[in-house]
């Protein structure tokens, strides 16, 4: 059991910065999304997430779907997501996102998944299906994959990434000396090896940090040369916002000047594209990474 620290009432009465306020999702575009989502009983890590730009993006007719469930195997102190031992898996779900995809007539689709590590394939088979679906009833439109981390199982990550998706994201999430806090059940190491074999295997490869949770500046700029040591093309950089009085509390609003500033950094240093921003998420414009 994950002992997470105790909210303070100065953190609780902290208020959030002007550049982080958000528009309420409304429009004719929202409701469409938010219809076809619930006809075909889908799940959207935007709502499971809480993810801010979901008003942003639902209303342009895009979404992130999330398959295998709603229920993660892992305890992340930042996450949103329900925890817990997460019910048989659906395998009709391929068919119902490709549809659903289909239906929304979107060019660019964002896949992602909970961690399912009681399955022995980490639900590769599904990942790998529920892309192929996509494609036979969409080839026009281009897919990122954001997958979960799968414990070293490589047979697992290629089974997942061999569908004939354009883009491949497993996000790092924070720097390396915060692991054990914010990720107790990962290890820095083995997603940058992740990554690695991501890259040799012909992909481009993607991952997101967010900011605001302790992390020194000389560690996020080390984060940034080992993802570029390991073949990462594309990183997203974002404010962590705390989702419930249980999570993790935030540390420090990051101010804009310097999410530009290591945008910068970023590109200096190698990474071919770096979205940086307070309200950026993984799959924040993420039509604009298919082709870097």
Not at 13 to 32: F, N, Q, S
Not at 142 to 171: C, F
């Amino acid at each position: 059991m994950i002992e997470l620290p105790v909210i303070s009432e100065e953190a609780t009465r902290r208020k959030k910065p002007d550049w982080l306020r958000v528009k309420l999702p409304v429009g004719k575009e929202y409701a469409k999304v938010r219809k076809l989502v619930d006809e075909h009983k889908l799940h959207t890590i935007c709502e499971s997430g809480n993810c801010p730009n979901m008003g942003e993006c639902w209303g342009a007719g895009t979404a992130t779907f999330m398959i295998l469930g709603n229920v993660c195997t892992r305890s992340c102190s930042f996450c949103a997501v329900a925890t817990g031992r997460p019910p048989e898996y659906d395998t009709d779900e391929p068919r119902r996102v490709a549809e659903a995809i289909q239906l929304m007539g979107v060019k660019h689709a964002v896949i992602t998944s909970v961690n399912r590590d009681e399955l022995k394939d980490k639900g590769a088979e599904i990942w790998y299906q529920t892309v192929v679906q996509t494609k036979e009833l969409s080839p026009e439109t281009t897919i990122e994959t954001l997958i979960p981390d799968v414990k070293s199982n490589w047979d697992a990550l290629y089974r997942m990434i061999s569908g004939g998706q354009e883009v491949v994201s497993h996000n790092m999430e924070t720097v390396g000396s915060l692991y054990r806090r914010v990720r107790p059940q990962a290890k820095y190491e083995r997603s940058l090896e992740q990554i690695k074999l991501t890259k040799e295997f012909g992909k481009r490869t993607k991952t997101g940090i967010m900011l605001g949770l302790g992390e020194k500046k000389e560690e996020v700029l080390t984060a940034m040369d080992h993802l570029v040591e390991h073949g990462c093309d594309i990183l997203t950089l974002g404010q962590y916002l705390q989702p419930t009085k249980m999570h993790i509390e935030v540390a420090e609003f990051i101010h804009p000047d310097l999410f530009a500033e290591y945008r910068e950094e970023g590109l200096r240093r190698g990474l071919k594209y770096v979205e940086s921003g307070p309200l950026v998420r993984s799959s924040y414009h993420a039509e604009r990474h298919v082709n870097v």
